[in-house]
């Protein structure tokens, strides 16, 4: 496993967690274990009550499921054996945010897409830079549905008819619009985001003992089981086409996973005209 | 029948389908008919992918039900005999672009009031012009409460608060309004209506084969029947009232049904001054 | 009891209650039992069709719960004795604006905290001035969660991530943004607002018979008892902590209750500087 996937330092009652997985930070199976032994530490730890994650990369913040997890398949199936009962190993990671006894706050300056959207769909809270944040559930692009609990967390958030536009239309999503259909918190400008996010995050850790436990508790989110295995058999019904490898694979071939294919990936999915060269 | 009440044009996988029963669009016995069995037959159609329902009338995207509907007696009684169980005729229509294999979408240029908003709510998506896009739920200035689904459409989409804002207050939204309250997707500068909801459609056409059943199935919306009926039997207490039908006479009388009237009907309704004459 | 806590009138079918205990219209034990005292009346007043609540206080609608209220013990312990089975005193006073058979409708200038909060998220509407209308869920502050039914009516607006914000956060919010969490019907010009509450009252107030009634039936909100229960178990594991009476014992030294402490009860209670002098 790559060393420093995390940077990790705590001040105040607040750890703040960097993401970093060059050159795009996609959610690897190493990423996904790093977040999960992190997270386990820090759950033993009671003097940590907020936990802030960003990314090293202005420009992304979790690209979406590395297209390579499968290569990682010692990983790969050590996650899915130590996932949750009832949930699959991308779905297990939102809820280990939800379950955190810490309270878990997204600051989004990037793009997140896929699974990395879930990410921030799945922390207990996420503000967002107004002008950098951006968001998509791509998956629809690349023949799937979204498989990390997209479909649960998005219809918590907003309505059906928004989550459909979302998944179906598969575009690229500023922090305007996102806050406006109730997928993040807010919409701030970027040079207020850094300050609003660490004045609330310390607000928070300083709140007096047990006010934070017993609202995570009162407000614990339902568990809709047979939400989540039904987008499971849904994903899964479709990730096996040989469809899909063919559009991961010519992704893969024509900028996925790089900084210039990833800033377009909804073109590159859809097979158009990048700049002036055909792909 | 009236031939034309419908236009349909196909092509790349999006159907889009006109509504035209002039002056104003009520959303009469034929009209349902002519769309029931319109759909039935695009279900059957699996290369469209895309139903995009738009108006003929640049002012009205469907007025609301038709007030003389009781008059196409043996069209009335044909849709209530074949509403699925535990829902209305009225209901049926929006179970009806919910149940349809294809994703339905709403493009509100005009005013849709009635059974025309609650067709607007209970499509899979909507867009609206933010200059000419409105929708009210009138019934209860009539004297009773929506019975083609609102109450449970509604309440999917927005807080109670709003509903009953929406139900009990029976004004006119602006799309502006509406997009803030959920009512809506979105509303778009009408200059750029047609092109997004274009763009998104036929970009929902060309998903890799399965994405969109899978999704609309993972996705599939609750069927609250006990809700249905609540709202069915509550709205058959108050239509039979002498009271109802004497507003319902007044305002086809002073305006209803027709363009001018149609465009004040709230004010029509309320029996209040328009422009220099009492009505 | 104060003779004049509250002020009622009644025109059109609509009753105006304005709340005026100073210097800064807290919830006290008093207030509370009028309130009841008076709903109960009009509940058997067939006339009054819509109740709109206001504030005496051009700066405070509610300022919270009264921190003394244990001193008016004797109604206390009535109100406690008197709530519906499952709810607690400050539940019950959400609960009595919910099924209330008027509408209740909440017109927000000044302040509302705590349980003044509570009390505007419980009413059927709500309606604030862009500028002059203020909410927070000030709680956690004290070393408590809200108890008086915030945890439920909160969810049933805004999404699980915007409650946790406004609960953890505890910062007061202005009218645009808690409008945009759904925490309110809307924010209006200040200069609007009284012309829009009026109308809206009026025009519900005279709707045809048996719509509003019919319409509230159909639409009253599910009482999760269960989730009630939770939030009053994890308060009253909070309460009686010697550290929250210390909170308390040091606001009410420093301001709170006050007009001036009130206006700044977040820094208050924080422990900052208010001014040029460290309190």
Redesign the interface.
Known sequence: MKANLLQLSIANGVANITLNNPPVNVLSGSLILALKQMLKELSDNNDVKVIVFDSANPDFFIAHVDINILEEREIFNQLQATAPEGFNLFQAVGEMLRDQPQ?TIVKLKGIARGGGAEFVTA????FASLEKGKLAQCE??????PGGGA?QYL???????????V?????LFDAA?A??Y?W???ALPDASLDTFVSQ?AH??A???????A??????S?VKNIA?FK??ND??E??VF?P??TE?MMHALQHGAQTVTGELKLEELL?KKEVGSKII
């Open positions: 309270v922390a207990d809270m996420s629809a692009l690349m023949g799937i549905i479909t219809s918590e958030k907003m309505t059906r008819s928004r989550v459909l536009e998944i179906l239309g598969a575009d619009t806050e406006r109730g993040i918190n807010r609330l607000n928070i300083a709140l007096p003992e047990g006010v934070l017993k609202t995570k508790q009162v407000l989110p939400g039904a987008e849904a994903w019904s479709l086409n469809a899909v559009i859809r």
